[in-house]
């Protein structure tokens, strides 16, 4: 059982350049999200979804664009990459998000921009 | 609201205990904690609903009290495997969809 794969694990971009960070779960969760986290940030929310078709922006979405076409994916796109964008992003799930259910978090994918 | 965890860091030898906490300005319905373990994912520990429960496994184990909103994470007996840092992930109001996480406390277990 893989759970929650995020690809690329490494990515240097120059700023500008936009891309897309894959996530993918094989667990059958209704719910995803992307998380950004910083030194000394802790975890902060960017995008998440509730099902396929639908998407809600979190604490931080500025500068990403996400969508939810099937179950299993939710991808990350950044747009024009700038330095302020350097961190590491996990892509999590959930079987619905809601209290009382565990949060699986892929492995990360450390970005940075130059 | 970003909930506040204190200490910031704190170093234990194997064996003593260490109180972890987290608070918040607001309501609280759920309280998550995970430990992430340097360029690593977070891995969960615990959930603790609205209720003022207490949940522990093994030598873990965390209170919650909503009234206070406040949750402890509690380590007893320290061992080297504990080190890392702990997070605590707070939701206000149950299918909020959204886990605010604590800035983290970082955890050291020396021999």
């Known amino acids: 059982n893989a759970g929650v794969t995020q690809t690329p694990k490494f990515q240097v971009l120059k700023t500008g350049q936009s891309m897309t960070l894959q996530c993918a779960q094989d667990m059958n969760h209704e719910y995803m999200s992307w998380y950004r986290q910083d030194p000394g940030m802790g975890l902060r929310l960017i995008h998440y979804?509730?099902?396929?078709?639908?998407?809600d922006q979190g604490e931080v979405p500025n500068g990403y664009n996400v969508s939810r076409s099937t179950t299993e994916d939710f991808p990350l796109r950044l747009l024009s990459a700038a330095p302020s964008q350097t961190s590491v992003y996990f892509c999590?799930?959930?079987?619905?998000?809601?209290?009382?259910?565990?949060?699986?978090f892929g492995e990360g994918s450390w970005l940075t921009v130059v | 609201q970003q909930p506040v965890q204190s200490p910031q860091a704190v170093i234990l030898r194997e064996g003593e205990d260490a109180v972890i906490n987290c608070s918040s300005s607001k309501a609280l319905y759920s309280v998550h904690w995970y430990r992430q373990k340097h360029g690593e994912a977070p891995v969960f520990l615990m959930i603790?609903?609205?209720?003022?429960e207490q949940k522990g496994h093994d030598k873990i184990s965390a209170s919650f009290n909503e009234k206070k909103q406040q949750s402890s994470l509690y380590l007893t007996a320290s061992q080297l495997s504990y080190s890392g840092t702990y997070f605590c992930?707070?939701?206000?109001?149950?299918?909020?969809?959204?886990?605010?996480f604590g800035k983290g406390t970082k955890l050291s277990v020396i021999p």
């Open positions: 999590a799930s959930s079987r619905t998000g809601k209290s009382g259910n565990t949060i699986y």
């Open positions: 979804s509730v099902g396929a078709g639908i998407t």
């Open positions: 992930g707070t939701e206000g109001g149950a299918g909020s969809y959204q886990l605010t």
């Open positions: 603790l609903l609205k209720g003022g």
